[in-house]
């Protein structure tokens, strides 16, 4: 038996490392009578407690939808080339906590349509607070 350890293989098709959290958006803020759109609930994988909320507060929250025809995109790296994409992305950020089981409140620039409930989301993990 020889000590020496086996190299990791280097796979030329590693990805890069996932720079955010995986999550569902679950409903809007409400009560029995009313529903406050301006207010959406997420459940984000991984987190069942609301000691668990604290390190997700004010993390940005990426929505992504594939809207019908496509748009120009705006990189300001390649100026002088055309590039479209139908992918579309709605920003907000956590908030709070919703109850002691894990869920959050988040606030989006603009609504979440409705078609989105049970859609994925995706929780950046910046801005860093540590």
Request: glycine share 6%; aromatic share 8%.
């Amino acid at each position: 038996m020889s000590d020496e350890k086996a190299a990791p293989s280097q796979n030329k098709d590693t990805r890069p490392p996932r720079l955010y959290v995986k999550g569902s958006f679950v409903n809007f803020r409400r009560s029995n009578a009313n529903q406050r759109n301006h207010t959406a609930l997420l459940q984000i994988e991984g987190v069942n407690s609301k000691e668990d909320v604290e390190f997700y507060l004010g993390k940005r929250v990426a929505y992504i939808y594939k809207a019908k025809r496509a748009r120009t995109k705006h990189s300001g790296i390649q100026k002088d080339t055309k590039q479209t994409s139908r992918f579309r992305v709605i920003w907000g950020k956590v908030c709070r906590a919703h109850g002691n089981n894990g869920l959050v409140r988040s606030q989006f620039k603009k609504n979440l349509p409705p078609r989105a409930l049970g859609g994925a989301v995706r929780i950046m993990l910046y801005p860093s607070r540590i």
